[in-house]
């Protein structure tokens, strides 16, 4: 099956720090890329959405400028969380849409990145 | 009124129970439905699409209900293994655009 991985897997740093994320889409070619967050008991909520080669599409009430994304390549999207904040702490999972056995359709789901903002 | 709507539970069950999850969605305009399953601190996994006209795959067995925008997920035979937070996972807007429910959690007890 298709394969997503993210990287780091889990991310302690200080206040006012920027972090990056990175996921792959290690044996496909990913023509769109979905960044989610979960805050604990919650629900996966959309961040945005990356089609390679031109500007994410992001949700309503999700500051574009502090949440960076950029998907360079069919195989690679960055999420960069900017001057974080401890309210910024949560699962952050990436998706990769296309290459899959049930069609382009499918969404394949990183392992997530777990981020503690002190 | 929340997009995807489940019960949170938890739903605490002996082995080789059956158990039952419901769903409703608000988007009387989505057009694909799913369930996933999603251990703790672990991503989701897809466990089943769901068809107007209901799929069984083994112990799972899905219902979806368009009039009443309602989604239903069976499991027979309880294992211990599918302890787990079940989602409920309707398409928004557009087809790729997933909308997930807050999950309900399944504890399957020895």
């Known amino acids: 099956g298709a394969v997503v991985s993210q990287h780091p897997s889990r991310v302690i740093c200080k206040s006012g720090t920027s972090v990056k994320i990175e996921c792959r889409s290690l044996?496909?070619?990913?023509?769109?890329m979905f960044w989610y967050r979960q805050f604990p008991k919650k629900s996966l909520m959309l961040m945005a959405t990356s089609n390679e080669g031109s500007k994410a599409t992001y949700e309503q009430g999700v500051e574009k400028d502090k949440f960076l994304i950029n998907h360079a390549s069919l195989t690679l999207s960055t999420l960069t969380v900017t001057s974080a904040h401890p309210e910024d702490s949560s699962f952050y999972i990436c998706?990769?849409?296309?290459?899959?056995?049930?069609?382009?359709?499918?969404?394949?789901f990183g392992p997530g990145t777990r981020l503690t903002v002190l | 009124r929340k997009e995807v709507e489940q019960d949170p539970g938890p739903f605490n069950v002996p082995e080789g129970a059956t158990v039952a999850f419901n769903c409703t969605y608000s988007n009387s305009a989505s057009q694909s439905f799913f369930w996933y399953r999603q251990d703790c601190r672990k991503e989701p996994k897809l466990l089943m699409s769901v068809y107007s006209s209901g799929n069984e795959d083994g112990r799972f067995t899905a219902q979806l209900n368009r009039a009443s925008q309602y989604i239903s997920l069976l499991i027979r035979d309880s294992k211990l293994s599918d302890s787990a937070t079940y989602l409920c996972v309707v398409t928004g807007d557009s087809s790729y655009k997933l909308i997930f429910g807050s999950g309900t959690r399944l504890l399957v007890r020895p």
């Open positions: 044996d496909f070619q990913a023509t769109t």
């Open positions: 998706s990769a849409r296309g290459g899959g056995t049930s069609g382009d359709n499918e969404q394949f």
